[in-house]
């Protein structure tokens, strides 16, 4: 199985930044696609910015410009910097990982979240 705990979330004042980090352990052989997802109160998950092993990023349009994703892939962690924050940021946070094995093929996994609160 692989685990996934994230970190980093916290309240801050709109305009501000934080930095987000998602640890993957257990039985890992390959990562694939590492990435970020968000859910509003009353919205449904969206997909934020995503990873892919080669290092090609993706966005949400709603992001672009103001948040920035990395990976380590030495340290399993990736990474979610977030600059320029608004009120319309305040989510859970939730790493999501793709992870390739001879025992389990292709799985997704996904950390438990992390609380970003941006005031006005």
């Known amino acids: 199985q692989v685990q996934l705990v994230e970190s980093g979330g916290d309240l801050v004042q709109a305009g501000g930044s934080l930095r987000l980090s998602c640890v993957a352990s257990?039985?890992?052989?390959?990562?694939?696609?590492m990435g970020w997802y968000r859910q509003a109160p009353g919205k449904e998950r969206e997909q934020v910015a995503r990873?892919?092993?080669?290092?090609?990023?993706n966005y949400a349009d709603s992001v672009k410009g103001r948040f920035t994703v990395s990976r380590d892939n030495a340290k399993n962690t990736v990474y979610l910097q977030m600059n320029s924050l608004k009120s319309e940021d305040t989510a859970v946070y939730y790493c999501?990982?793709?992870?390739?094995?001879?025992?389990?093929?292709?799985?997704?996994?996904w950390g438990k979240g992390t609380q970003v609160t941006v005031s006005s």
């Open positions: 990873v892919t092993s080669a290092g090609t990023r």
């Open positions: 999501c990982v793709e992870h390739s094995s001879p025992w389990a093929g292709v799985t997704v996994h």
């Open positions: 257990g039985s890992i052989f390959r990562i694939n696609a």
